[in-house]
């Protein structure tokens, strides 16, 4: 068992003490809770979360936000939107070694062979299931990216260990290719590999470094003209939260100047409070503490930019200023093309920026993204807001160049409705009737978030009418 007692640091206004036990029995890891306002006559209150389900953990926090007052997002309500309902291709695990659903999935049509699918696999066993159909219906499990103890040199992997997502499969001249994210068994940050294949079904080879290094998710491969680019996402939105944390706990009279509402200054003072022992961690068990956090700011993102911004032209310590600016610089998620080499293991040339988030439905991220040259322009669907809620969505963006500047539709183009909720990670492939047909995951609405069952929808496009929405 590991005990921790902690308390708000210094000039900390508002102050918390917690004490937490954490047990694990069999695999299944408990969090045990007590906490407690200082001067406060309500007495403390005690809490335990059995197991890493993100769901257990956000009802934690919403029970904690209701007994200590502290602000969390509010439900998102389903809105209808004007389009055909999607056709369901994938809505329950057709084999046992399937653990999560089908998140971040890709769909590539092979002549003569018919469809093959590739998504994400978290930390089970097998990395990367690849699903066979020959209709988009019926599919079969072919075998897997990376089958048990077959994973790339460079990676780190196992339960609670890997991270093994957004895998996509494409056909370059005579080769497959999947790129895809794993973390790095000894830094643990984010990157891009690649893995080749004479077959759809394997065995892949995979490279033996990463693509590319540093928080970097979300490849997607373009081809055109015999040339291909390779389309990815700075992860800055994994890295921003820690840095907030760890600012507002050196300097915690900051957190009043930074939020105006005294609910969310009771949250950070709660946050900053844990944050001793959730920057010990794991990446997405932190996640799950720092949940709150983006809870708190993700509906008016760009206020808690103003005031951090703001906070530059006052404050007369550089060594904080610094602070605040490396904070503001992965506050944006920013997308980002670049050529490949022939071979597809190695980039040329220079990394262009092409989109990053900047309206309020995106809150502090965008992802997950595909392009596709249709009428002359080039479509870019993305998906944006937080992967783990029902605020996630997909947008259109186009451009009359692959580089950009890229025009946004000014709101989600798929959102959470009553049947499915936070539609995301878009793909594209051709119907069987040989229209473009947009895939995404999507979540059932009992359960949501992180290795929660996804779903995979289809949905047919009309890009006449998307260029009339954007004007």
Not at 252 to 274: G, H, K, N, Q, Y
Not at 359 to 372: F, K, L, P, S, T
Request: glycine share 8%.
């Amino acid at each position: 068992m590991e005990s921790y007692t902690l308390l708000s640091p210094p000039s900390c206004r508002i102050e918390f003490h917690i004490r937490l036990e954490v047990t694990e029995e069999e695999g299944t890891k408990t969090t045990h809770f007590t906490i407690e306002e200082v001067g406060s006559t309500e007495g403390g209150k005690s809490y335990s979360i059995v197991g890493l389900k993100q769901g257990a953990w956000l009802e934690f926090s919403h029970s904690l936000a209701r007994d200590f007052n502290l602000s969390y997002a509010s439900p998102t309500e389903p809105v209808e939107a004007a389009l055909p309902s999607p056709l369901p291709l994938l809505t329950s695990a057709i084999d046992e070694k399937i653990l999560y659903g089908y998140g971040d999935p890709a769909v590539l049509l092979v002549e003569g062979r018919g469809y093959y699918l590739v998504a994400t696999s978290n930390d089970a066993e097998n990395a990367f299931p690849i699903l066979h159909s020959e209709d988009l219906t019926s599919w079969k499990l072919k075998g897997f990216v990376f089958p048990e103890g077959e994973y790339p040199s460079w990676t780190a992997a196992g339960l609670k260990i890997g991270d093994f997502w957004a895998p996509e499969l494409h056909k370059v001249n005579n080769e497959f290719r999947v790129y895809f994210v794993a973390r790095h068994k000894g830094s643990l940050e984010l990157c891009i590999g690649v893995a080749t294949s004479a077959s759809p079904e394997g065995p892949f080879t995979a490279a033996p470094e990463p693509l590319l290094r540093g928080e970097k998710i979300d490849p997607h491969l373009y081809l055109e003209d015999g040339t291909s680019y390779l389309l990815w996402k700075e992860d800055g939105n994994g890295v921003w939260p820690a840095l907030l944390n760890e600012l507002l706990y050196e300097r915690p009279e900051l957190i009043d100047r930074i939020f105006d509402v005294e609910s969310d200054r009771r949250a950070m003072s709660v946050l900053v409070t844990l944050w001793p022992y959730t920057r010990k961690l794991p990446p997405m068990e932190r996640f799950f503490i720092q949940n709150l956090l983006i809870e708190v700011v993700r509906h008016d993102f760009p206020a808690l930019e103003r005031k951090l911004r703001g906070l530059l032209d006052v404050l007369p310590e550089v060594q904080v200023r610094k602070e605040i600016e490396v904070i503001l610089s992965t506050m944006k998620t920013t997308l980002f093309v670049q050529e490949l080499s022939p071979d597809g293991l190695s980039l040329s040339g220079e990394p262009k920026k092409i989109l990053e988030n900047d309206q309020n439905w995106e809150a502090h991220v965008i992802e997950g993204m595909w392009v596709v040259r249709r009428l002359d322009k080039y479509f870019l669907f993305y998906a944006a807001n937080d992967f783990s809620t029902a605020d996630y969505g997909i947008g259109v963006a186009v451009s009359d160049s692959l580089f950009g500047p890229y025009k946004k539709m000014q709101e989600p183009f798929l959102r959470t409705s009553q049947k499915w909720l936070g539609p995301g990670h878009p793909s594209i492939t051709q119907s069987v009737e040989g229209k473009d047909l947009l895939i995404y995951h999507a979540y059932h609405p009992e359960a949501i978030g992180y290795k929660e069952f996804r779903a995979v929808l289809g949905l047919e496009l009309d890009y006449q009418s998307l260029l009339q929405k954007l004007g």
